[in-house]
């Protein structure tokens, strides 16, 4: 079980937008600013898409977002397109010697 | 260009050991700290250990303790990790990645590690 919670799945059209949640605690994501959002495609390494909950690495489009609200930091995809199918992944320092990881969200892009 | 590119990796039985490699170019790896993530099939990813700039700080979680250690030369640029008494749950894809505040920037290709 991880200690971040994120939706299985989250879907929209071309041109959508969508929003994946990832819950934690006070103790993690609510607790610090260094949650960040990983993009997986199948078979691929992960790539940084957002650190310290909403900057951008030089390279990500601006159609990539992050937020949080308490302890459930967002990461919003606006103007879904083909190539953002793939999995997402939260993750945010807890206090300890590594950060913990959310599930994972399977993006599909109807 | 900023890269990591890994190598290792493969099968081998229960107990055996295994060893991992990640080299670095394109930036200063001596100024990060670096991590291995792993990967089981179809399931999230995982931290595994942890060396910081100097390679005079180590980290491990609590399931490769005692099994996994980490190491780098600065001088080569490269990043290492050994595994042994290997365990089925060891099997998955491992990464290495560079680690600044808390963020992942950089990512090897990954390579692939089955107990079997």
């Known amino acids: 079980q991880s200690a971040l919670t994120q939706p299985p799945s989250a879907s929209g059209s071309p041109g959508q937008s969508v929003t994946i949640s990832c819950t934690g605690t006070?103790?993690?994501?609510?607790?610090?600013?260094?949650v960040s959002w990983y993009q997986q495609h199948p078979g691929k390494a992960p790539k940084l898409m957002i650190y310290?909950?909403?900057k951008r690495p030089s390279g990500v489009p601006d159609r990539f977002s992050g937020s949080r609200s308490g302890n459930t930091a967002s990461l919003i995809v606006s103007g879904l397109q083909a190539e953002d199918e793939g999995d997402y992944y939260c993750a945010s320092y807890a206090g300890g010697d590594f950060v913990v990881f959310g599930g994972g969200t399977k993006v599909t892009v109807l | 260009e900023v890269q990591l590119v890994q190598s290792g990796g493969g099968v081998v039985q229960p107990g055996g050991s295994l060893r991992l490699s990640c080299a670095a170019s394109g930036f200063t790896f001596s100024n990060y700290y670096m991590t291995w993530f792993r990967q089981a099939p179809g399931k999230g990813l995982e931290s595994v250990a942890k060396i910081n700039q100097d390679g005079s700080g180590k980290y491990y979680v609590s399931s490769v303790k005692g099994r996994f250690t980490v190491s780098r030369d600065n001088a080569k640029n490269s990043l290492t990790l050994q595994m042994s008494s290997l365990r089925d749950e060891d099997t998955g894809v491992y990464y290495c990645?560079?680690?600044?505040?808390?963020?992942?920037?950089?990512w090897g290709q990954g390579t692939t590690v089955t107990v079997s």
């Open positions: 990645a560079t680690e600044d505040f808390w963020r992942m920037d950089v």
């Open positions: 006070s103790s993690d994501v609510g607790g610090y600013n260094y």
């Open positions: 310290a909950v909403s």
